[in-house]
């Protein structure tokens, strides 16, 4: 990875490989897993960030043993909705 900034810009790239691995998505109210993945794999992945904007070229990506499960809850909600976490609201004083 090479970074390079200058005052307020910044700059880097990143050329190799990124494995994402063993990814468990929990569900909060119930405890279970409902979405994951064994890996998620990009191969020989060139980054570039700038300014301009992000690049992002990967020659092979692998995605395997995903699973995922939707259930709805005794309300009617989807367990989706409760995954996400909301920042706390922040009082003044």
Known sequence: MTLVGSGKSLAATYKGDVPLTDVRAI????????????????????VNYSDRGTDVDAAKVTFA????????????RLNLR????????????
């Open 65 to 76: 043993n995903f699973y995922g499960r939707v259930l709805l809850d005794a309300q009617g």
């Open 27 to 46: 569900d909060k109210v119930t405890d279970d897993r409902f979405a994951g993945w064994k890996l998620l794999g990009l191969t020989n992945v060139k």
């Open 82 to 93: 409760a995954w996400s976490r909301k920042a706390p609201a922040r009082h003044s004083p």
